[in-house]
């Protein structure tokens, strides 16, 4: 007759097949988790760089003595000596 594997064996590669896919799918959520991350904070840099950006134009456009067009986010001339 053929050896038969002792029953404890098979409780050992059924416990070392559970670890690894349980590791592997620990993993998968881990490197998600990341990338989400990552996502997120790239979108936060834009933003901040983006409202850097705006405040550094408005800022020039009063020391140019024009107006803030807050509707447009444009900077327009100066209502200052209009018409007569």
Known sequence: MGQMIAPWHLLLAGILAIAGVTWLVHEIREDGARSLANAIERQNNDAE?????????????LDAGGLWDFSTGQCSRSARGGRH
């Open 49 to 61: 760089n983006s409202a850097h950006e705006k405040r550094l134009e408005y800022d020039s456009c």
